[in-house]
Each structure stands twice: as C-alpha cells, then as structure tokens.
C-alpha cells in the first residue's frame, strides 16, 4: 500500500487538490483553534487550512511523497505543520493530548483499532471530525477502496466511537469535487462527536 501511495502522491499536480475537505472546514470553523491531530492526512490541505485558521497542526501519513508534499504546500502558504512519517500502528502522541482529531478519507484495514487508539490521544470533550465513504461507495466511480471491508457503515463507527459522550452519525449521497481520484457522485458518512 505504502509503494501505491507514494506513486500516487509524486505526481506534480495535488491529486486531492489543494482546497480542504469541505466538511471538515465548516465543522472546524465551529471550534476555538488547539491542537488537532489529521491521521492519514495526504498532500496536507487540511493540515494547511487548519494551521492557517490558527490551529497548532500535527498530522502523518505513511507516505514520504505525501509528507513532501505537505510541508512544501505549508512553506508556500507560511505555515508550521508537524507533519510525522508513520503509520497508525507507529503513531505515538502523550494521551488527552488534542483538541480534535480529523479523519478525512482515513480508511484502512485495521480500522477499528486505529479509531480505538487515536480517541486515547483525544482531550476529555475533545471533538471528532470524519468523512469518509460508505460502503455504498463501492457501486461509484467517483474515488475510494475498492474493498467493501475498508469502507464505513453507521453501526461500524457507533461500535468504533463508543467511549464518546456525544456522537453524531449520517450518511449522505454528495457531489465530490476534490481532485482527481474523488470527482463526482459519491456515498459518504459524516460524524461529529465528543469524547
């Protein structure tokens, strides 16, 4: 997987382009900027937004060319990220730490155990932001795993996000304009909570 993504990412252009998720800009505008943590954060637009919006940002990815990518784009926009190489499994941060944790398109195989492990690192009535593809997804063209396993459900992330006082789980039918590889209609969920 790590070989496929950095293949994806050493392309010039920003194959998510540069603009942030628009769901996790209108949720995080809702919020007094901290410390946020963006696991699986790719090319770093939402890292950049974040730090622009004034947020102390720490993100990672398992990709080196995505790493690359990031802090060149924050040099470009005058930005600070902490912007770590690792994977779920390797990332490591002091407990209650942040003020809110994004997964933004974050899937993988060991889901559950990644949502379970990042929520440690997340501050008493800190807040979660996810979007994410359904498992609807896999019958669209607009972007995605193409295994069903890596997709979300409702009942999945309420099991995943248990330990969370106050949680907000939908699904949506979209319009994907973010580069590329999620272009069109598109099957997600959304979730806002707190720990």
Do not use: F, G
């Given at each position: 997987?790590?070989?496929?993504?950095?293949?994806?990412?050493?392309?010039?252009?920003f194959v998510y382009g540069t603009e942030p998720n628009g769901f996790f800009k209108q949720?995080?505008?809702k919020l007094t900027p901290g410390k946020i943590l963006l696991p699986a954060e790719g090319e770093g637009r939402n890292a950049v937004f974040a730090a622009k919006a004034s947020w102390e940002v720490y993100a990672f990815d398992s990709s080196i060319e995505a790493k690359k990518k990031a802090e060149n784009w924050a040099k470009q926009n005058n930005v600070q990220i902490n912007y770590q190489l690792s994977t779920y499994e390797e990332a490591d941060y002091p407990n209650d730490f942040f003020d809110a944790i994004a997964f933004i398109y974050a899937h993988s195989t060991t889901r559950s155990s990644n949502h379970k492990k990042m929520l440690q690192f997340l501050k008493p009535n800190g807040t979660i932001i996810l979007e994410g593809f359904s498992k609807k997804q896999i019958n669209n063209s607009s972007g995605g795993p193409k295994n069903i396993d890596m997709l979300f459900s409702e009942e999945e992330l309420h099991s995943d996000f248990t330990a969370c006082q106050?949680?907000?789980?939908w699904a949506e039918d979209i319009e994907l304009y973010e580069g590329i590889h999620h272009s069109g209609k598109a099957s997600v969920i959304r979730l806002i909570g707190q720990k």
């Open positions: 997987m790590k070989e496929m993504w950095d293949k994806r990412y050493a392309q010039t252009d949720q995080l505008l106050d949680i907000k789980i």
